[in-house]
């Protein structure tokens, strides 16, 4: 802007241009050093940690003992796999459970629309703790939901398949990953919806016009515009369900024990600090390897 | 079949209202059931209708104390993360400079980690600093992991301003700071209001970074952790629906304003 000015302009603008090239560093400064302080510098600190030999007596040391790593990794892939599978089929369920829901609302609720985006976004507000042990009581042993399962003989399929085990369905997988479907739909709703929400109207009526059948319509006009919300939605909830142990620990028993307990265990009543560090390091690494992955393999890299 | 046909018209209402009720379903428990007189310790079998519970929410030894502490943690955290996230976001939207790239993912990376390695970390942080958990080490935690939620909800609203308005302002004779005041923080505010409600809820409603850091501190999501084993109170399902109607009741009223806003600038 200063090249169409007069020279002798110029020289008076000139300093508080320099002075105004600062503003978005002084904008930054409190809240990046926040970040770096107490998110950046705490992973150095964790590293290190995992690399730590000792005892909470004697004192931690770095040894570069990187065993510590084979040795958490060997001791807790169970704990592992299942995060991992309990996180993806919650995810999935998700996904298959939201898309119409969304698609209900951005296309369908008509004047309802605010009114269902209320009863999506509420539940945010009751403690997700309450709204878990509520399920609690929703699973428990001779309750309706289990009584019908049995009477359908839905119960002799699952434990077939082995989600479910002696007629009930508390403190098995599928109280587990039922609870993890549960808490993280609204993290796959809300961004399927603005994705679909932005998608012209006039798209479906041309496809219509066109010959397509709805489910052409679906597959060929609809889904691929909503690939940015499925993205995000996917993995706004695989990556904190990977990392959950409240649903794993109230619904699930010890056999349903996710990555997330065993880090909490180790933590904060074993006190091992170094294999807790390496399990979560490990479940980071994990995790981030998952969403590159999935990112690259679902090709929106530029729209997440 | 006239039944099929209707059904399979509107699969995709009914499959749409089926996730619906599996959303509400545990809050209509959580209601039904804080009008219960339990039998024993734990609150899981209807046994008879009693409004005991409402007319002594704070009957249970902490359990409102608990309360008092999250809502003013949730209430710093949200104060703290909207002014540091705000200021954030002014600066990535309004000002191209050097380490751009650099600060976006350090806002993107807390929100794709998991929490428990973030909790574990920052508890390893507190560890060595030697610092005493409690009350300030949730307000620190929670502030982090809210910065990153306010910074977008901001930024999405500050990119869709157009700044000719500000521009406007200026030639008009306003200064920097009148324009920012009357016209930028007006424009922007909507954002920032949903930035702050974001935090507030994420903070209130935090547990797993908050029983990492919290030492013997006990905060709400914590008290009903704790009495998940040893016996919960019908007075945590009043609590529970108290803020679901609270919460419901507050983002009708919210649109029911935005509404007439809109018709009124309609006019």
Same mark, same amino acid.
């Given at each position: 802007?200063?090249?169409?000015?007069?020279?002798?302009?110029?020289?008076?603008?000139?300093?508080?241009?320099?002075?105004?090239?600062?503003?978005?560093?002084?904008? %930054?400064?409190?809240?990046?050093?926040?970040?770096?302080?107490?998110?950046?510098?705490?992973?150095?600190?964790?590293?290190?940690?995992?690399?730590?030999?000792?005892?909470?007596?004697?004192?931690?040391?770095?040894?570069?003992?990187?065993?510590?790593?084979?040795?958490?990794?060997?001791?807790?892939?169970?704990?592992?796999?299942?995060?991992?599978?309990?996180?993806?089929?919650?995810?999935?369920?998700?996904?298959? @459970?939201?898309?119409?829901?969304?698609?209900?609302?951005?296309?369908?609720?008509?004047?309802?629309?605010?009114?269902?985006?209320?009863?999506?976004?509420?539940?945010?507000?009751?403690?997700? %703790?309450?709204?878990?042990?509520?399920?609690?009581?929703?699973?428990?042993?001779?309750?309706?939901?289990?009584?019908?399962?049995? =009477?359908?003989?839905?119960?002799?399929?699952?434990?077939?398949?082995?989600?479910?085990?002696?007629?009930?369905?508390?403190?098995?997988?599928?109280?587990?990953?039922?609870?993890?479907?549960?808490?993280?739909?609204?993290?796959?709703?809300?961004? @399927?919806?603005?994705? %679909?929400?932005?998608?012209?109207?006039?798209?479906?009526?041309?496809?219509?016009?066109?010959?397509?059948?709805?489910?052409?319509?679906?597959?060929?006009?609809? @889904?691929?515009?909503?690939?940015?919300?499925?993205?995000?939605?996917?993995?706004?909830?695989?990556?904190?369900?990977?990392?959950?142990?409240?649903?794993?620990?109230?619904?699930?028993?010890?056999?349903?024990?996710?990555?997330?307990?065993?880090?909490?265990?180790?933590?904060?009543?074993?006190?091992?600090?170094?294999?807790?560090?390496?399990?979560?390091?490990?479940?980071?690494?994990?995790?981030?390897?998952?969403?590159?992955?999935?990112?690259?393999?679902?090709?929106?890299?530029?729209?997440? | 079949?006239?039944?099929?046909?209707?059904?399979?018209?509107?699969?995709?209402?009914?499959?749409? @209202?089926? =996730?619906?009720?599996?959303?509400?379903?545990?809050?209509?428990?959580?209601?039904?059931?804080?009008?219960?007189? /339990?039998?024993?310790?734990?609150?899981?079998?209807?046994?008879?209708?009693?409004?005991?519970?409402?007319?002594? /929410?704070?009957?249970?030894?902490? %359990?409102?104390?608990?309360?008092?502490?999250?809502?003013?943690?949730?209430?710093?955290?949200?104060?703290?993360? =909207?002014?540091?996230?705000?200021?954030?976001?002014?600066?990535?939207?309004?000002?191209?400079?050097?380490?751009?790239?650099?600060?976006?993912?350090?806002?993107?990376?807390?929100?794709?980690?998991?929490?428990?390695?973030?909790?574990?970390?920052?508890?390893?942080?507190?560890?060595?600093?030697?610092?005493?958990?409690?009350?300030?080490?949730?307000?620190?935690?929670?502030?982090?992991?809210?910065?990153?939620?306010?910074?977008?909800?901001?930024?999405?609203?500050?990119?869709?301003?157009?700044?000719?308005?500000?521009?406007?302002?200026?030639?008009?004779?306003?200064?920097?700071?009148?324009?920012?005041?009357?016209?930028?923080?007006?424009?922007?505010?909507?954002?920032?209001?949903?930035?702050?409600?974001?935090?507030?809820?994420?903070?209130?409603?935090?547990?797993?970074?908050?029983?990492?850091?919290?030492?013997?501190?006990?905060?709400?999501?914590?008290?009903?952790?704790?009495?998940?084993?040893?016996?919960?109170?019908?007075?945590?399902?009043?609590?529970?629906?108290?803020?679901?109607?609270?919460?419901?009741?507050?983002?009708?009223?919210?649109?029911?304003?935005?509404?007439?806003?809109?018709?009124?600038?309609?006019?």
């Amino acid at each position: 802007m200063s090249v169409t000015k007069a020279p002798a302009a110029e020289a008076v603008v000139r300093k508080p241009s320099t002075r105004r090239r600062l503003v978005p560093y002084w904008l %930054l400064l409190p809240g990046i050093l926040w970040l770096l302080v107490f998110f950046a510098l705490p992973m150095v600190y964790q590293a290190s940690t995992s690399v730590q030999t000792g005892s909470l007596e004697k004192g931690f040391e770095v040894t570069w003992h990187f065993r510590t790593y084979w040795d958490a990794l060997t001791d807790y892939y169970p704990q592992f796999v299942r995060s991992l599978l309990y996180a993806g089929t919650a995810t999935l369920l998700c996904l298959l @459970l939201g898309y119409p829901l969304a698609y209900l609302i951005a296309f369908k609720a008509g004047r309802w629309r605010n009114l269902v985006l209320v009863l999506v976004v509420a539940p945010f507000f009751t403690s997700f %703790l309450i709204r878990t042990l509520a399920w609690k009581t929703i699973l428990a042993d001779g309750g309706a939901v289990v009584d019908a399962l049995n =009477t359908l003989h839905v119960l002799d399929v699952t434990a077939w398949l082995g989600w479910t085990e002696n007629n009930r369905v508390l403190a098995t997988p599928m109280a587990v990953v039922c609870g993890l479907t549960y808490n993280f739909l609204p993290f796959m709703i809300l961004p @399927l919806y603005t994705s %679909l929400e932005r998608i012209d109207g006039r798209l479906h009526e041309a496809a219509g016009d066109l010959y397509a059948t709805p489910a052409t319509t679906f597959r060929k006009v609809t @889904l691929p515009l909503s690939m940015p919300g499925v993205v995000s939605g996917t993995l706004l909830t695989f990556i904190p369900a990977s990392g959950d142990y409240v649903n794993a620990e109230l619904l699930g028993s010890t056999d349903t024990k996710m990555v997330g307990s065993v880090i909490q265990a180790q933590f904060l009543r074993v006190l091992d600090y170094p294999t807790a560090a390496a399990l979560s390091f490990i479940l980071m690494a994990v995790v981030l390897l998952v969403v590159t992955v999935y990112i690259r393999r679902s090709g929106t890299e530029d729209l997440v | 079949m006239p039944v099929l046909r209707w059904i399979r018209r509107n699969l995709v209402v009914l499959a749409g @209202l089926l =996730t619906l009720a599996y959303m509400i379903l545990p809050n209509v428990v959580v209601m039904v059931f804080s009008f219960n007189r /339990p039998k024993g310790r734990f609150n899981y079998a209807w046994q008879e209708f009693s409004l005991d519970a409402w007319k002594d /929410p704070c009957g249970v030894a902490d %359990l409102c104390g608990s309360l008092s502490l999250s809502l003013r943690i949730a209430f710093w955290a949200t104060v703290g993360a =909207t002014a540091l996230g705000t200021m954030i976001a002014f600066a990535l939207v309004r000002y191209r400079f050097r380490a751009r790239g650099a600060v976006n993912s350090l806002i993107f990376l807390p929100m794709a980690m998991p929490e428990v390695v973030m909790a574990a970390s920052l508890l390893t942080l507190f560890l060595n600093m030697g610092a005493r958990l409690g009350f300030w080490t949730v307000l620190i935690a929670h502030i982090m992991f809210c910065l990153s939620f306010v910074v977008t909800a901001v930024k999405a609203r500050v990119m869709s301003m157009d700044p000719r308005l500000e521009e406007a302002a200026r030639d008009l004779y306003a200064g920097p700071v009148q324009t920012f005041v009357r016209v930028t923080l007006p424009i922007a505010a909507p954002g920032i209001a949903a930035g702050a409600l974001l935090a507030f809820a994420l903070s209130f409603d935090d547990f797993i970074i908050t029983n990492f850091n919290a030492g013997s501190t006990v905060t709400f999501p914590m008290f009903v952790w704790g009495s998940a084993q040893r016996g919960t109170p019908v007075q945590i399902n009043v609590i529970g629906t108290a803020m679901f109607v609270i919460a419901v009741a507050v983002v009708l009223a919210g649109q029911l304003v935005a509404n007439r806003r809109k018709s009124n600038a309609g006019n």
